[in-house]
């Protein structure tokens, strides 16, 4: 179904960090469905799950959306 829309770019878009969440799973099989690597749009790999600052996370989670943003921009 995913091939069949002819989509050219897909994203990837999680709050967890890179190395956490449903990512490292879902990219191969979004690769395999897709024909093209999805793009990751979320926060770097981190040994902690969480900034451990509400404002840092607030911060964090402006810039996720922000580079989505620039990202369907294009």
Do not use: C
Not at 9 to 19: D, H, I, L, Y
């Amino acid at each position: 179904m995913l091939k069949e829309t002819g989509a050219k770019k897909a994203f990837w878009v999680q709050e967890e960090p890179q190395n956490m969440g449903a990512w490292t799973y879902i990219a191969p099989l979004l690769r395999d469905a897709l024909g093209f690597d999805p793009v990751y749009v979320g926060r770097q790999a981190s040994a902690a799950t969480a900034t451990g600052s509400s404002k840092h996370h607030a911060v964090e989670q402006k810039a996720i959306l922000a580079e989505l943003s620039d990202y369907l921009a294009k």
